[in-house]
């Protein structure tokens, strides 16, 4: 495949063909961190599906946050869906008016204390894209350096580790980071920046 090739596929990869009618919708539970939408949909074949349901959330954010001596700024925290305490990079959600990049540095300096550098988005990606109508804006911010200290909402419990890039492909090579919104940009990146990852 060309170049020419590749742009003309990368093109019409994702679009909006075969997309279902709503023929109704209604919400059944609408609260500050879930809401759950029912809608009656009709298929392009005119079949028809009167329960599919979809869950709403604000965009999300997560950051690959590096400081200049190389180390990852990792989180531990408990979560209470798989019972586990693991580690993570820092994530979050996107407040009303913030871009995807304000929400993402403001997310690591309050999780962390960490800030500065230099940033880029290098991912948008969906965490289900059958049943949740929102994104993963994936950022690496490089050159962090402590510039503060953690201000976490009464709920978090977040502890910060720095690893070392080694440390980190282990969690990955083991299955032990079990968020794959973020396995996702952790496997990108170091796919895309000379990764020592080996079986």
Known sequence: MNRSDKNEFTE?????????????????FNRPWLTVRRDKVELPD?????????????DW???????????FVMERQYRHGIGLTCYEICAGVIEKG???????KRELLEETGYGNGQWKEIM?????????NNYTHCFVATGVEKIGTQHLDHTEDIS????????????LENN?????????????????NGASLQK
């Open 61 to 71: 954010v997560n950051v690959i946050a590096i400081t200049r001596d190389g180390e």
């Open 176 to 192: 032990l980071i079990s968020q794959a919104l973020m396995a996702a940009p952790l496997w990108r990146y170091f796919c895309t």
């Open 124 to 132: 948008t990606i969906s965490g289900n894209s059958s049943t949740t």
């Open 46 to 58: 005119g079949r028809t599906n009167d329960e599919f349901y979809v869950l709403e959330y604000p």
């Open 160 to 171: 910060v580790h720095l690893l070392s890039r080694q440390e980190v492909e282990a969690l």
């Open 98 to 104: 913030e871009t995807p990049l304000d929400a993402a």
């Open 12 to 28: 019409k990869a994702v679009g909006t063909d075969r997309k279902w009618k709503i023929v109704e919708s209604e919400y059944l």
